[in-house]
């Protein structure tokens, strides 16, 4: 069966068609600026050449049909006919603590993920109009929701918990979701199958390391901690995100810069992280260059975010009492050595033992530590796209 995996932002949708037999990608792409001049989509086959086409999308209704009319082209489409998509599953970023699972998208599904909106308010209507976008489109085919947050709802309530009045988390539901479940979910899973042991024996930290950062801790299949919260903003230094902040911070810079709410929040979303501190920019590439070059800022950029990588692993190791497996995963987890060795020689104490040969790699599914380490640390790069592609597949069948 082909399956059409939709990510659905505000402004911007990424698409794939999946076969879910082979689990090859037979059509790629994206559409951005929707609702903005200077819309455009991008359209890859499988092998094929990438074409880009500026065409107007005034709403997502119309981004989904440049979509579908791309992957059905008579000359570059991959498919002949809609009636060869047999499902869609659509990647939702806030299930509350209503969906522990991802779902088939009913009207009662529908309703619930609405209800989850202020928990996500950028995120959750932007994906929902993708969804209401592609039902019209393809009423008969059988859609899925599958929820970022889905993955850590086994998160104990000693782990969720703010220390907050407890009637905030009866009331508005204030306490911790954590995000990237998908992710975290592909990548625990196949750390284990690369370690040839039962998912259901190991204790895996999982570090999701990209422009979003996020740790989780996965004990016998079951995610028992993770570092983002309630928003993504929690947990590590991010590109552009402050990460973990004394929160006495956002009034005391309210009043030194003049900043209502709105603003405090900006700068802790966008314009913080390794951004903030390296003043250079939120790419790590660059934060890496400059910091060859000598700039100071940007090697305390990349100390600063290593080291709250290196406490977070500590934090999981000890609330699980202990680590078999680390993967890391994600554009920096994936594809920065650098980071990996100056997180892995702070590790020592776990026994932890690199093969520095073997992390000179990128983008590969690969054990990096040595035969006698006493935690597996790998390289296992995700893909968000076909662990949503194999969960509506799972709903469908
Ligand atoms: P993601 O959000 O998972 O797409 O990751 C994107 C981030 O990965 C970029 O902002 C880069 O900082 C980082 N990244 C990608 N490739 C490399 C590389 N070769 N070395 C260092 N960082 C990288």
Same mark, same amino acid.
């Given at each position: 069966m082909?399956?059409l995996v939709i ?13 879910s ?5 037979l ?6 600026r ?32 440049l ?43 529908m ?6 909106n202020d928990?996500a308010?950028?995120?959750?209507p932007?994906n ?5 976008a592609?039902?019209?489109l393809?009423?008969?085919t ?21 220390g907050?009045?407890?009637?905030y ?20 899973k ?5 370690a040839?042991?039962?998912?259901e024996?190991?204790k ?10 996020s ?16 928003t993504?903003l ?22 030194? %810069?003049? #900043?209502? *709410? /709105?603003?405090?929040?900006?700068? +802790?979303? $966008? ?57 890391f ?7 920065d050595?650098?980071?990996?060795k ?6 020592s ?34 893909? %968000?796209? #076909?662990? *949503? /592609?194999?969960?509506?597949?799972? +709903?469908v $069948?």
């Open positions: 082909n399956i990510n659905c932002g505000s402004s911007s949708l990424k698409y794939q068609l999946i076969n037999d082979t689990e090859a990608v059509a790629k792409g994206l559409c951005e929707i609702g903005i001049e200077g819309s455009q989509i991008t359209y890859q086959p499988a092998g094929g050449e990438k074409e880009i086409t500026v065409s107007p999308m005034p709403t997502h209704t119309q981004a989904i049909q979509v579908l009319d791309a992957l059905t082209n008579e000359k570059t489409g991959v498919i002949k006919s809609l009636d060869e998509v047999g499902a869609v599953g659509h990647r939702v970023v806030h299930g509350g603590e209503k969906f522990t699972t991802s779902t088939l998208l009913t009207d009662e599904a309703k619930a993920i609405e209800e989850c928990l308010p950028l995120h959750n932007a929902l109009i993708g969804i209401r592609c039902q019209e393809m009423p008969n059988p859609m899925a929701a599958v929820f970022d947050t889905a993955f850590h709802q086994t998160m104990p309530q000693e782990a969720y918990l703010y907050l009045p407890y009637e988390y009866e009331k508005y539901k204030v306490r911790r979701y954590g995000f990237h479940g998908t992710s975290h979910s592909f990548v625990s196949k750390a284990a199958e690369m040839g042991k039962p998912y024996d190991l895996i930290i999982v570090c999701h390391l990209g422009n979003g950062a740790l989780s801790a996965v004990d016998h299949g079951k995610s028992v901690d993770t570092s983002m919260g309630l993504p929690e947990g590590l230094i991010m590109g552009t995100r402050s990460g973990d902040i004394d929160p006495a911070i956002m009034e005391y810079i309210a009043k030194k %810069e003049n #900043l209502d *709410i /709105a603003g405090v929040m900006n700068v +802790l979303n $966008k314009k913080s992280g390794v951004l903030g501190i390296s003043g250079v920019s939120s790419d790590f590439r660059d934060i890496e260059n400059a910091a060859n070059e000598g700039n100071e800022r940007a090697a305390t950029a990349l100390r600063t975010f290593n080291y709250r990588v290196i406490k977070y692993i500590g934090a999981y190791a000890a609330a699980m009492n202990g680590v078999d497996i680390i993967a995963t994600a554009g920096l987890g994936e594809n050595k650098n980071m990996r100056a997180v892995c020689d702070h590790l104490y776990l026994g932890v033992k690199i093969d520095e040969e073997a992390n000179n790699v990128r983008g590969v599914d690969r054990i990096i530590s040595t035969p006698d380490s006493a935690v597996q640390v790998m390289i296992v790069p995700t893909n %968000e796209e #076909l662990a *949503i /592609a194999r969960e509506t597949l799972a +709903l $069948k």
